[in-house]
């Protein structure tokens, strides 16, 4: 008889080490606390860094393409227009003074039509053809290219000819001024 309380005994104090061991029950739910961040699109333009037109004689044209110019529009916008402009600088030879000078004026610029294009909506360039070249200013700038409605990213890349009418007064030189595109 001894044994067998001996035994229930141990049993006992077995049952009460394995309820006492027993993992806690797992609460319904639980919650974590989330964090992300949304970055503002932007609506850039990129143009060379440099380009070389070529040469020409006095009272005849240089013709020579820019190079590729490139808009990229992530604004993710419900309606991604936007309209890119070109300007540009009075053009001079020389670093003394008097120096030379072509006005922007007398330098025609045509965008030509895109190369590419990604997105949705229009894309319109400011002067398809050749014909349709127009005079670059220094104060009034000149539509490059446009985008019409669509929603979301796009892009567009174009490379746009540009057509100096060398002045008769012209002298001998190279002839250095800058071209700038912008977009909004």
Not at 126 to 144: N, R
Request: with cysteine.
């Amino acid at each position: 008889m001894r044994t067998a309380k001996i035994c229930l005994a141990g049993a006992a104090a077995a049952a009460m080490v394995g309820f006492l061991a027993t993992p806690a029950a797992a609460a319904p739910t639980d919650t974590t606390d989330t964090t992300f961040e949304v970055l503002a699109g932007t609506l850039d333009v990129v143009a060379p860094a440099a380009a070389d037109l070529g040469t020409g004689a006095v009272g005849g044209t240089i013709t020579g393409q820019l190079g590729s110019v490139t808009v990229d529009d992530s604004r993710a916008s419900d309606d991604a227009s936007w309209t890119a402009t070109v300007t540009a600088s009075v053009f001079q030879a020389g670093t003394g003074s008097p120096t030379e000078t072509v006005l922007p004026e007398e330098i025609n610029y045509w965008s030509g039509v895109a190369s590419a294009t990604t997105g949705t909506g229009t894309f319109t360039p400011g002067q398809a053809a050749a014909g349709d070249a127009a005079p670059l200013s220094s104060t009034t700038p000149l539509t490059a290219f446009t985008h019409a409605g669509g929603t979301g990213g796009n892009t567009a890349t174009w490379n746009p000819t540009l057509v100096v009418n060398v002045p008769l007064d012209s002298v001998a030189g190279t002839y250095t001024g800058t071209v700038t595109h912008s977009v909004a």
